[in-house]
């Protein structure tokens, strides 16, 4: 089935450092991508929508200088949290399907800890 | 996009039938409804997917009414290991967006 490669899965950081999250579909093609954040016990809230060579669209109340998307191909979106503080630390996950009717297939997230 | 609402929490025991229902009143007719599973730590993993009927693959199946308002999750013989959260999702085929509800803790003793 789809698989969608997720790395790092686990990072450590200094605040004020930018981290970069990388979001691969490795056996399917996917002009879009979604990404999303999960703080401990509560449900994944979407982030933003990455779209294959256009701007990215964020969900309302997601700083977009904050969080920088990239789509530049059609198997790699990257998700930079440039200029992190602990308020970001939390669990990152992305999707991708073959189709957007599709199911979608997540990859197995980055948790972010901002020191 | 339409809301779902679904139990925050559910018990059962190793070999019975989970049945979740979830409710999503105000889904628009291109919306189809799928579940998905999360273990902590992980990210969510896909188990069914359907718009109307009755769907079933090797390990779960889906019952959806006429009316389409609300759908049942049903697992068949649970072991220790399906304990996770269960999402219930109402997605729009145009967009693919999918928005997360609060999702079910299935709880599987032994």
């Known amino acids: 089935g789809a698989v969608v490669s997720q790395h790092p899965s686990w990072v450590i950081c200094k605040s004020g450092t930018s981290v970069k999250i990388e979001c691969r579909s490795l056996?399917?093609?996917?002009?879009?991508m979604f990404w999303y954040r999960q703080f401990p016990k509560q449900s994944l809230m979407l982030m933003a929508t990455s779209n294959e060579g256009s701007k990215a669209t964020y969900e309302q109340g997601v700083e977009k200088d904050k969080f920088l998307i990239n789509h530049a191909s059609l198997t790699l979106s990257t998700l930079t949290v440039t200029s992190a503080h602990p308020e970001d630390s939390s669990f990152y996950i992305c999707?991708?399907?073959?189709?957007?009717?599709?199911?979608?297939?997540f990859g197995d997230g980055t948790r972010l800890s901002i020191l | 996009l339409a809301k779902t609402t679904q139990p925050i929490s559910m018990d059962s025991y190793e070999g019975q039938e989970v049945n979740i229902t979830c409710s999503h009143n105000n889904i628009a007719t291109n919306d189809y409804i799928t579940w998905y599973q999360q273990f902590p730590s992980q990210g969510p993993r896909f188990i069914i997917q359907g718009y109307k009927t009755k769907v079933t693959n090797e390990v779960a199946s889906l019952f959806i009414p006429a009316d389409r308002k609300s759908s049942t999750l049903s697992l068949p013989r649970v072991s220790l290991s399906d304990t996770a959260v269960y999402y219930c999702l109402v997605g729009v085929s145009n967009t693919g967006k999918l928005i997360f509800g609060q999702g079910t803790t299935l709880q599987v003793k032994p």
């Open positions: 999707s991708g399907g073959e189709a957007l009717n599709q199911p979608q297939h």
């Open positions: 056996d399917f093609q996917a002009t879009t």
